[in-house]
């Protein structure tokens, strides 16, 4: 089946830790982002990759990193520079192409303990 | 620039209602809407997709609506149900690789 995945499900970081989230899509789909919501809020873009080696800041990308060295994969650090990383992030995919829709993987929630 | 805005932002109904969820957007330009739905704590599921140059998409007892020259499109809910209750989203996908996202209606269906 096609999707996209994203784990681990939950995860705790330590203040002054640097955590990744993974996602991974095999939908072959060139485009894939990252959002953070909060508690009762919309989604905002952290950021996106429209191809391999490339990506761009979204919204609120301070305190965040991101690498696309594969089309499959499009991990997202939490630095320690984030100050306030409690949420939940949610990864997503699209094709280039002008009529297809996005798809979204699980969610991952972060918490700072 | 693109705004996407959906009224109310929060709903309750009782069950059986049929029910309908606005979404409005600025810049008729747009590529297509998107529903998606979601329930706590979890991701995105896709309800409905409608094309620029569609009126309108039926899946079940959900149809939604699209007319691009008001801005606007409508998430119809027939005969609710409590398994109905979710945020519900809307997107506008405004380029190849863009998409700019309402705020959400919670719904709660009220058995």
């Known amino acids: 089946d096609g999707g996209i995945t994203q784990s681990p499900k939950y995860l705790f970081r330590k203040e002054g830790q640097n955590v990744t989230l993974s996602c991974e899509q095999n939908?072959?789909?060139?485009?894939m982002y990252w959002y953070r919501q909060d508690p009762g809020q919309g989604l905002r873009l952290i950021y996106y990759?429209?191809?391999?080696?490339?990506?761009q800041k979204g919204d609120i990308a301070e305190g965040y990193s991101v690498s696309r060295e594969k089309k499959e994969s499009f991990p997202l650090t939490v630095t320690s520079a984030q100050k306030n990383p409690t949420a939940f992030y949610l990864c997503?995919?699209?094709?280039?192409?002008?009529?297809?829709?996005?798809?979204f993987g699980q969610g991952t929630r972060l918490t700072v303990v | 620039k693109q705004e996407v805005t959906q009224i109310p932002a929060a709903l309750s109904v009782p069950e059986g209602e049929n029910l309908v969820l606005n979404c409005s957007f600025t810049?008729?330009?747009?590529?297509?809407l998107q529903w998606f739905r979601q329930d706590p704590g979890k991701g995105l599921t896709s309800l409905l997709l409608?094309?620029?140059s569609q009126r309108e998409q039926t899946s079940g007892r959900l149809n939604a609506s699209l007319d691009k020259s008001s801005g606007r499109s409508t998430l119809y809910i027939a005969a609710s149900q409590p398994g109905d209750s979710a945020t519900y989203l809307c997107?506008?996908?405004?380029?190849?690789?863009?998409?700019?996202w309402g705020a959400g209606t919670k719904l709660i269906i009220k058995p």
């Open positions: 990759s429209q191809i391999v080696n490339d990506f």
């Open positions: 997503a995919s699209i094709s280039g192409r002008m009529n297809t829709e996005a798809f």
């Open positions: 409608i094309q620029s």
């Open positions: 997107a506008v996908k405004a380029s190849n690789y863009q998409l700019i």
């Open positions: 939908l072959n789909h060139d485009a």
């Open positions: 810049d008729s330009a747009i590529y297509n």
